[in-house]
C-alpha cells in the first residue's frame, strides 16, 4: 500500500462526526498533505532540471534560470504553507526561512548592477582594491598598487562610474543603446558590426554634461600642480567587469600622450569602445547584460617610456616554474601587448636573481614613440640600437620584485604592464589576475611522430594543447567573417579582434606575437592551442591545408597526425566560462545542497535550513510523522 493509499485508509476509519469536530479537519489536512506532496515532487524535478544545467551538456539563457529558480521557490514556499495546515501553524517560523533563502536567490538571480550616487572624480592617492565597483577593476588596482604596497605608479585620477551614469541618463542613451542590443546575436558578427558602428557614433556625438567636463578639468590641474607645463596624459578603460573574473584584455581603447585640450573628446572615445564589435562578442558570449556594461576611465600622467611592456609572475604554461617572465621592446610596450613585435624575453629566477635574456629571432625594426605635440608614432628604429637589451640585470631584477611583491599581496599571480621612463625608472602601469592552467599528461607527448611531415618547429608557445583542421589565412577583418568551425587561424601577427572566432577555432598561429600579449591571454582563456612568433608561418602554410598544431612541442605537422588526438585535451564547454552559467552555479548553492541528514538528530529543525533542499527535506518529514502518528491524529479529531 502506498503512502498516499494508507492515509486514504486512515481517513476513511475517521468518524464524521469526529472529523467535522476538529478545528482543522483531517479531510483538510489530508489534501492539504497531498499538496504538500506534489509540491515536493515539482521542487526536486526543478532542482533536478537546474543540476542538469550545470553539467556544461545544455543551452540556457537567462529567462529560463530566472523562471525555473523562481519555480523552485514558490513550490518549496507552497510545501511550507501545506505543512502549517497539516501540523496546526506549528513551524510557521519556517516562512522566514524561505523568505530570506528567496531573498538572497533574488540577489543573485535578479541583481542588476546600481551605480551609486557619487563624485566625478577620485585621485590614484585616494583608490585601493575596495573601490572597484567605483572606478573599475584596473584603476582600483593601481590605486592599491600605490597606497598599500608601496609601489611606484604615475600619477593620476579616475572618472568615476557616476560619471558614465550621469553622461548616459543626460544624453538620454541608455535606451537608444538597448534596441540595438536586444536584437544582437554573438555569432552574426556583421550584425555586431553593424550595431556597433551605430552606438559608438550616438556615443561620441553626446556632449560631456558641464558640470562633469568641470570635474574633470579640476581633476586634471591638480595632478599637473607639481609641474610648472601642462602635462600630457593616458586616457584608459576601467570597466566594472574588466581585469577581475573575466579579462575583457585589450578589448577597450586606450589612448596615449593626450593633451589637455583633448581629454574629454578622448574619454567620450574609451566609453564608446565599450561598444565596439569584439568587446560586444565578448560581452554577448560570456553572458553579460546591458547593465554590466559600465565604463569608468582612468586618466594618469603620460610615461614617455624609453622601454616598456608585460611581466607575468608565474609562466601561464608552467605555473611551477620558479621564474618571472617579463617581455620588453624598445619605445612604448604598446607593440608587445598588441602582439604586433616579437619582444625580448626575461626569465629571472625567484631565488637569487639570476637572469636569462632571450633575444627576439627578429629585432625589433620599429619602436613606438610620443610626439612633440600630441599623439604616438611608429619610428625606425636603428639596428644597432635594436640589438642592445631593453633592460639591464637590475633592471630585470627590479621588476621581478616588484611582480613577486604583487603576487604575495593579491594571492594569485599577477600580469603586469609596466614602463621605463627616461631615467630608467621602473613605473607600473597595470596589474591583474593571470590565468594560469595545470595539464597533466599520464605520459608525455611525443616530441616528433614518425611518418608525418613537421612543416613548423619555431616559435612561442603561449596556450598549451593540440589541434587539428584546415587553415584559414586571416589578412583582413572580413576574413572573420567566413573562418570555419574547427579551422586554424594563421595570422601575421596577433590580435584581440580574434576573439570574435575563439569559440570555434582549433588553433592559432602567427609570425609575430607575444606570449604576454592582450590576444595570448584570450586565447588562454578560450583554451585555443597558440604558437606565436614563428617568423614564417604564413610562407609555409597554405590556405586550406590540414594541419595538427602539437602546442605542446612547438611542432606543426602536414595532415591531420590521428596518432595526437588522445593527447588533444577535451575543452571545457565555452558555456562554463559565461557569467550566466557562474550565476547558476552559485545560485545552486541556495538551492540542491542537503544538510539535513538525520531526522533524529537535534539539528534537524526549521533553524538548521540552509538551502531549498533543506526546507523540502524538514516539510516532507514533519508532515508524514503527523499524519502517522494516528494517536494524535484521532485524539485531535475527537476533541477528547
Known amino acids: 500500500m502506498g503512502l498516499l493509499d494508507t492515509i486514504k485508509f486512515m481517513f476513511s476509519m475517521a468518524d464524521d462526526d469526529n472529523i467535522a469536530a476538529a478545528s482543522l479537519p483531517l479531510k483538510t489536512r489530508f489534501e492539504a498533505f497531498r499538496r504538500l506532496l506534489d509540491n515536493n515532487n515539482a521542487a526536486l524535478t526543478t532542482m533536478a532540471d537546474l543540476g542538469e544545467k550545470l553539467s556544461g551538456e545544455y543551452l540556457f539563457d537567462r529567462t529560463y534560470v530566472t523562471s ?60 585601493s582594491s575596495r573601490d572597484a565597483a567605483r572606478v573599475g577593476g584596473k584603476m582600483a588596482n593601481l590605486g592599491e598598487l600605490h597606497s598599500q604596497v608601496g609601489l611606484p605608479v604615475p600619477n593620476g585620477f579616475a572618472i568615476t562610474a557616476y560619471a558614465y551614469r550621469r553622461f548616459l541618463e543626460t544624453n538620454h542613451l541608455p535606451d537608444k543603446i538597448t534596441e540595438y542590443l536586444e536584437r544582437l546575436e554573438s555569432g552574426d558578427l556583421a ?30 590641474i591638480q595632478i599637473c600642480s607639481s609641474s610648472s607645463a601642462s602635462l600630457p596624459v593616458s586616457v584608459r578603460s576601467s570597466a566594472l567587469q574588466e581585469d577581475g573574473d573575466f579579462s575583457f584584455a585589450g578589448q577597450y581603447s ?30 554577448k558570449s560570456k553572458g553579460f547584460q546591458q547593465f554590466d556594461m559600465v565604463m569608468p576611465v582612468g586618466i594618469l600622467a603620460m610615461v614617455n617610456a624609453r622601454a616598456g611592456g608585460v611581466m607575468y609572475s608565474r609562466d601561464p604554461n ?65 639596428g644597432a640600437i635594436a640589438a642592445i637589451p631593453c633592460l639591464t640585470d637590475d633592471q630585470a631584477r627590479l621588476l621581478a620584485g616588484y611582480a613577486q611583491k604583487l603576487e604575495a599581496h593579491y594571492g594569485c599571480p599577477q600580469d603586469i604592464e609596466w614602463a621605463l621612463d627616461a631615467a630608467g625608472t621602473p613605473i607600473l602601469l597595470q596589474s591583474r589576475p593571470l590565468r594560469v592552467f595545470v595539464r597533466e599528461q599520464a605520459r608525455p607527448v611525443p616530441t616528433h611522430v614518425p611518418g608525418y611531415d613537421i612543416v613548423l618547429s619555431r616559435g612561442s608557445i603561449a596556450c598549451k594543447g593540440i589541434g587539428f583542421g584546415p587553415v584559414h589565412f586571416v589578412r583582413l577583418d572580413e576574413d572573420l567573417q567566413t573562418f570555419p568551425s574547427g579551422g586554424v587561424l594563421l595570422a601575421k601577427h596577433t590580435s584581440t579582434k580574434f576573439v570574435t572566432v575563439m569559440d570555434r577555432a582549433a588553433a592559432i598561429i602567427t609570425d609575430v606575437g607575444s606570449t604576454t600579449g592582450h590576444m595570448a591571454s584570450l586565447a588562454r582563456e578560450y583554451q585555443i592551442p597558440t604558437i606565436l612568433d614563428t617568423a614564417e608561418a604564413t610562407r609555409k602554410l597554405q590556405q586550406g591545408q590540414l594541419v595538427t598544431v602539437d602546442a605542446v612541442n612547438c611542432n606543426v605537422y602536414a595532415g591531420t597526425v590521428e596518432e595526437l588526438r588522445e593527447f588533444a585535451e ?22 540542491t545542497p542537503l544538510n539535513l541528514i538525520d531526522p533524529q538528530s537535534p539539528d534537524f529543525s526549521p533553524s538548521s535550513c540552509r538551502t531549498l533542499h533543506d526546507i523540502t527535506r524538514f516539510s516532507h518529514e514533519m508532515a508524514v510523522r503527523e499524519l502517522f502518528d494516528i494517536e494524535n491524529i484521532f485524539a485531535d479529531n475527537v476533541g477528547a
Open 318 to 382: 608552467n605555473p611551477a616554474d620558479e621564474a618571472v617572465l617579463i617581455s620588453a621592446a624598445h619605445g612604448l610596450g604598446l607593440p608587445v601587448v598588441d602582439g604586433t613585435v616579437s619582444p625580448e624575453t626575461y626569465f629571472v629566477s625567484r631565488n637569487g636573481g639570476k637572469v636569462a635574456r632571450n633575444a627576439p629571432q627578429t629585432l625589433q625594426q620599429h619602436m613606438i614613440v610620443c610626439t612633440e605635440a600630441d599623439g604616438i608614432e611608429q619610428r625606425p628604429l636603428d
Open 254 to 283: 586606450t589612448f596615449l600622450n593626450v593633451t589637455s585640450t583633448d581629454i574629454i573628446s578622448r574619454y567620450k572615445d574609451v566609453l564608446a569602445s565599450l561598444f565596439n564589435q569584439r568587446a560586444l562578442f565578448y560581452w
Open 191 to 220: 550584425a555586431l558590426e553593424a550595431a556597433s558602428a551605430s552606438i559608438q557614433e550616438i556615443v561620441k556625438s553626446s556632449p560631456v554634461p558641464d558640470d562633469l567636463a568641470e570635474e574633470i578639468k579640476k581633476a586634471y
Open 570 to 591: 577535451r575543452k571545457d564547454d565555452p558555456i562554463k566560462g559565461t557569467q550566466l552559467f557562474l550565476t547558476l552555479e552559485k545560485a545552486m548553492k541556495l538551492i
Open 68 to 127: 525555473k529558480t523562481r519555480e523552485a521557490a514558490e513550490h518549496v514556499g507552497a510545501m511550507i504553507t501545506n505543512l502549517n495546515i497539516v501540523c496546526n501553524k506549528r513551524y510557521e517560523g519556517l516562512h522566514d526561512c524561505h523568505t530570506r533563502i528567496a531573498g538572497e536567490l533574488n540577489d543573485i538571480i535578479g541583481h542588476k548592477e546600481t551605480i551609486a550616487d557619487d563624485v566625478y572624480t577620485v585621485s590614484l592617492d585616494a583608490l
